[in-house]
């Protein structure tokens, strides 16, 4: 059976502590769930900073990641969350892609009374039931009650 290829929106790549303390959890948090974690700075690696146009040639590695991905879990931690985490969601949005968000962090960076952050990022979840695809701590990732589990199930 083919794993389902999920790509992971995230700023802690940005960061060393970030990345080799926060990055890990999630990846394994989704592979020990059965899914393939696509996660950009670690498959950009490849890219040589060094030469010219290398960010062009990693935001151009990243869009394709997220159209070949089958999903997109992003971390939108912050106040506003990181931009490139912004334009990767709206992609996987505007490609129907299923949508998973991420965010323990108290603050509330919205006007809306029901979400938590800008509405249009719960444009890729449902109306009703969105909450079963926001998630706000690792553990539940998991949960076989949420979202995420039941679709890498069917």
């Avoid at 794993?3 to 992971?8: A, E, G, N, P």
């Avoid at 719960?122 to 679709?151: H, M, R």
């Amino acid at each position: 059976m083919t794993k389902k290829k999920i790509y992971l929106a995230s700023p802690y790549g940005f960061s060393n502590q970030w990345k080799e303390r926060l990055m890990p959890e999630f990846v394994s948090a989704l592979e020990v769930l059965g899914a393939e974690v696509w996660e950009p700075f670690k498959r950009n690696n490849q890219v040589d900073y060094s030469q010219r146009g290398w960010a062009y040639k990693v935001a151009m590695s990243d869009l394709q990641d997220v159209k070949n991905s089958d999903a997109i879990f992003a971390i939108v931690n912050g106040i506003p969350p990181d931009e490139g985490v912004m334009v990767e969601l709206g992609a996987a949005i505007a490609l129907g892609k299923p949508t998973f968000l991420f965010r323990d962090d108290f603050r509330k960076c919205t006007d809306s009374e029901d979400y938590p952050l800008n509405l249009m990022l719960f444009a890729g979840l449902p109306a009703e039931n969105w909450k079963d695809y926001f998630y706000t701590s690792i553990k539940e990732i998991g949960s076989p009650k949420k979202a995420l589990v039941n679709w890498l199930n069917n």
